[in-house]
T-cell receptor
Framework: KQEVTQIPAALSVPEGENLVLNCSFT??????LQWFRQDPGKGLTSLLL?????REQTSGRLNASLDKSSGRSTLYIAASQPGDSATYLC????????FGKGTSLLVTP | EPEVTQTPSHQVTQMGQEVILRCVPI?????FYWYRQILGQKVEFLVS????????KSEIFDDQFSVERPDGSNFTLKIRSTKLEDSAMYFC????????????FGPGTRLTVL
C-alpha cells in the first residue's frame, strides 16, 4: 500500500514569509494528488488538484508541484498570513484518497 | 457556492447502539464517499458509492457498516452496533466524476461512543 508522508509535522513562521510544505509517497504510479486545508474541528477544504500528467497547479498565493519520479509534491505558500494557520493535508488520488497525517502550520502576526 | 452538508454535527451514543450519520452531497455530483478520522490520526477511506451501489470499500468497512441513498438527496452511513473504537470524526464527500476528480468534503460528524 502507498505510504504518504508529510514533513514537518508542525511549522511556525512569522507573517509574510514564503514557505514550502512537503509530501512524499512511495509509489510513482499515482493518478492525481490533491492538497487540502483542515481547520481545527472542521472539514477538509480542497485547495488544489494536480493531475498526474501535470507538474504544477496554481491558485492565488498557492502553488503545488508534483514530481512523480522522485515521489514528491510540494505546496508553496507565498506571503503567508495568520489566516493561513491550519493543517495542510496531501492525498494521493486512486480509487479513494490516501492521506498523509498533515503539517500543522502556524503563522504568527 | 454549493457544499456538502452533514447532520448531526456531534452525536453521542452508548456502546452497542445503532447510529445513522446523514449527508447531503452536492446536487449534481454522482459519486459519494465516507471517510473517518480518529483523533490525532490520518483521514481514512471507508467506502465509495455510485449508481446506488458500493464501488469500493476498505477493510475498516466491515459488516457493522452500511451505506444507503434513501432518496434523491441524502446519503447515509449506518453503524449497527457501535464500539468504543468507532469514536471519530466522520466525513462525507462527493465528486462529479469518479474518485480521481476533485472530492468536496462536508464539515463532518463527530461521533462519541461511551
Amino acid at each position: 500500500k502507498q505510504e504518504v508522508t508529510q514533513i514537518p509535522a508542525a511549522l511556525s513562521v512569522p507573517e509574510g514569509e514564503n514557505l514550502v510544505l512537503n509530501c512524499s509517497f512511495t509509489d510513482s504510479a499515482i493518478y492525481n494528488l490533491q492538497w487540502f486545508r483542515q481547520d481545527p474541528g472542521k472539514g477538509l477544504t480542497s485547495l488544489l488538484l494536480i493531475q498526474s500528467s501535470q507538474r504544477e497547479q496554481t491558485s492565488g498565493r498557492l502553488n503545488a508541484s508534483l514530481d512523480k519520479s522522485s515521489g514528491r509534491s510540494t505546496l508553496y505558500i507565498a506571503a503567508s498570513q495568520p489566516g493561513d494557520s491550519a493543517t495542510y493535508l496531501c492525498a494521493l488520488v486512486g480509487y479513494a484518497l490516501n492521506f498523509g497525517k498533515g503539517t500543522s502550520l502556524l503563522v504568527t502576526p | 457556492e454549493p457544499e456538502v452538508t452533514q447532520t448531526p454535527s456531534h452525536q453521542v451514543t452508548q456502546m452497542g447502539q445503532e447510529v445513522i450519520l446523514r449527508c447531503v452531497p452536492i446536487s449534481n455530483h454522482l459519486y459519494f464517499y465516507w471517510y473517518r478520522q480518529i483523533l490525532g490520526q490520518k483521514v481514512e477511506f471507508l467506502v465509495s458509492f455510485y449508481n446506488n451501489e458500493i464501488s469500493e470499500k476498505s477493510e475498516i468497512f466491515d459488516d457493522q457498516f452500511s451505506v444507503e441513498r434513501p432518496d434523491g438527496s441524502n446519503f447515509t452511513l449506518k453503524i449497527r452496533s457501535t464500539k468504543l473504537e468507532d469514536s471519530a470524526m466522520y466525513f462525507c464527500a462527493s465528486s462529479i466524476q469518479g474518485s480521481t476528480d476533485t472530492q468536496y468534503f462536508g464539515p463532518g460528524t463527530r461521533l462519541t461512543v461511551l
